[in-house]
């Protein structure tokens, strides 16, 4: 029975990932210009502490709306900041959580944790934000490459906040 009811939790959770990632419910789309701003202040913001990432923004479909390989970023960079990016817009409006910090915390003890690791693209580690706009996630934007240490991904996490909260004023309220 235990089975049968992650099971059932697993194809709900998915069910709601599947609807919640087409589009902001107001159909408001981060605009472009305002990705590009996002990820350059989020490489800019990393550069000046010495680290090398890369920034990704994705929309509420999770396709890249830009994504900027810092200067001397290795290559798994690109891969670490979109897939982060991508789990805040694919579990973050189901679960009401803005970071992948809050996301590696609910996965962290979650029995059904090995079953969401199979999902496509879903990395619960720190380093991406939510963009809102009327008080709803409508992208997200993901840091990989900064150095680790604890709490690992915190570092990545502050540059992706640093290039969300350079637009903030920009988003409709």
Partial sequence: MKKLTQVLFIILTLALIQNSVQAADSGYTLPLNLAVKAAKEAVRFCEASGYHITATVVDMSGQIKV?????????????????KAYTVVTLGSVFKLDTSTQVAKLMMNNPNKPAFLTVPM???LPGAVAIKANNEIVAAIGVGGAP???????K???????GMLIIADKLPK
């Fill in 122 to 124: 879903i990395t619960p």
């Fill in 67 to 83: 994504q900027l390989k810092g200067d001397r970023s290795t290559i798994h960079t690109k891969d670490t900041a979109f897939r």
């Fill in 156 to 162: 990545d996490e502050a540059c992706s906040k640093a």
């Fill in 148 to 154: 680790g240490g604890a709490p690992g991904g915190a």
